[in-house]
């Protein structure tokens, strides 16, 4: 595949995205774990066993009377996928003799605790979580200064990418750190890659970032002064992916977008 097809799939694919280094079967087996959930733009969710599970819950919420996309109803999904994994977790533990003591629970309490320290003070995540904030800025200026217009039709599908992934790709270089951490203290054939799969999830999220905020920058209509923020921020985004490539490993697939635009 061409670079500018590969640019042109990252930019225009949603939902599930299959990273180059995983086969067809699984990424057709597991697609949820390659997608950025972002369900109605999936073109896989005829497919996606988690989304007809979500959908079943949704009418079974409006047969009782529940508003699916109310809180209640989310914190119902919540408990209901937690009881689940819980007595998955209960059968396997059965069926493998394992058992869990107070002492084992106290030790798995303090090694998650160290954990997300290590995360939390980890010079990515941080730069992550200061330019997901920058973003969140950025698009409540956006929205503050077409306060009394409409806002343009040439960003809004621009605004709309932004606002649904600017905590989304933090999140997943978080989850991208914490794995990493994970597999380094694992034996290498329990490793499942999770730390170079979500670093890739946050990687395409920054494409459509960066293509979203050239786009803004495009526009004639936005106030110069956000265009300053906007050109400022941009290099900060190809940076970011440019460390994404190097440290998990995924530079030899993607030489589209240089460190520096
Ligand atoms: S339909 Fe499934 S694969 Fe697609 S975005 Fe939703 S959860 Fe992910």
């Given at each position: 595949?061409?670079?500018?097809?590969?640019?042109?799939?990252?930019?225009?694919?949603?939902?599930?995205?299959?990273?180059?280094?995983?086969?067809?079967?699984?990424?057709?087996?597991?697609?949820?774990?390659?997608?950025?959930?972002?369900?109605?733009?999936?073109?896989?969710?005829?497919?996606?066993?988690?989304?007809q599970?979500?959908?079943?819950?949704?009418?079974?919420?409006?047969?009782?009377?529940?508003?699916?996309?109310?809180?209640?109803?989310?914190?119902?999904?919540?408990?209901?996928?937690l009881?689940?994994?819980?007595?998955?977790?209960?059968?396997?533990?059965?069926?493998?003799?394992?058992?869990?003591?107070?002492?084992?629970?106290?030790?798995?309490?303090a090694?998650?605790?160290?954990?997300?320290?290590?995360?939390?003070?980890?010079?990515?995540?941080?730069?992550?979580?200061?330019?997901?904030?920058?973003?969140?800025?950025?698009?409540?200026?956006?929205?503050?200064?077409?306060?009394?217009?409409?806002?343009?039709?040439?960003?809004k599908?621009?605004?709309?990418?932004?606002?649904?992934?600017?905590?989304?790709?933090?999140?997943?270089?978080?989850?991208?750190?914490?794995?990493?951490?994970?597999?380094?203290?694992?034996?290498?054939?329990?490793?499942?890659?999770?730390?170079?799969?979500?670093?890739?999830?946050?990687?395409?999220?920054?494409?459509?970032?960066?293509?979203?905020?050239?786009?803004?920058?495009?526009?004639?209509?936005?106030?110069?002064?956000?265009?300053?923020?906007?050109k400022?921020?941009?290099?900060?985004?190809?940076h970011?992916?440019?460390?994404?490539?190097?440290?998990?490993?995924?530079?030899?697939?993607?030489?589209?977008?240089?460190?520096?635009?």
């Amino acid at each position: 595949m061409s670079s500018s097809l590969i640019n042109k799939v990252l930019v225009r694919q949603f939902g599930a995205i299959k990273p180059p280094w995983i086969d067809k079967e699984t990424f057709y087996k597991l697609i949820f774990n390659f997608c950025d959930r972002w369900c109605e733009r999936c073109k896989l969710s005829r497919i996606c066993r988690l989304y007809q599970k979500e959908k079943e819950r949704e009418k079974r919420f409006i047969k009782q009377g529940i508003d699916p996309k109310s809180t209640k109803a989310m914190f119902l999904s919540i408990c209901e996928s937690l009881e689940e994994a819980k007595r998955l977790l209960e059968n396997d533990m059965k069926r493998f003799k394992i058992k869990i003591t107070e002492e084992d629970y106290k030790k798995f309490e303090a090694d998650e605790e160290r954990k997300d320290r290590l995360v939390k003070n980890n010079r990515l995540t941080q730069i992550a979580t200061k330019l997901s904030y920058s973003l969140v800025k950025l698009v409540e200026d956006i929205h503050y200064y077409f306060l009394e217009e409409e806002i343009p039709e040439e960003i809004k599908g621009s605004l709309e990418i932004l606002t649904y992934y600017m905590h989304f790709f933090s999140v997943k270089i978080r989850r991208a750190v914490f794995s990493e951490i994970e597999e380094g203290e694992m034996k290498y054939e329990d490793i499942t890659f999770d730390s170079k799969n979500s670093a890739f999830l946050s990687y395409v999220a920054i494409v459509k970032i960066i293509n979203a905020l050239e786009n803004i920058n495009n526009s004639k209509k936005i106030h110069f002064k956000i265009k300053q923020k906007v050109k400022k921020i941009i290099p900060l985004f190809y940076h970011l992916n440019a460390v994404l490539k190097e440290r998990f490993k995924f530079g030899n697939f993607f030489n589209i977008y240089p460190a520096t635009p």
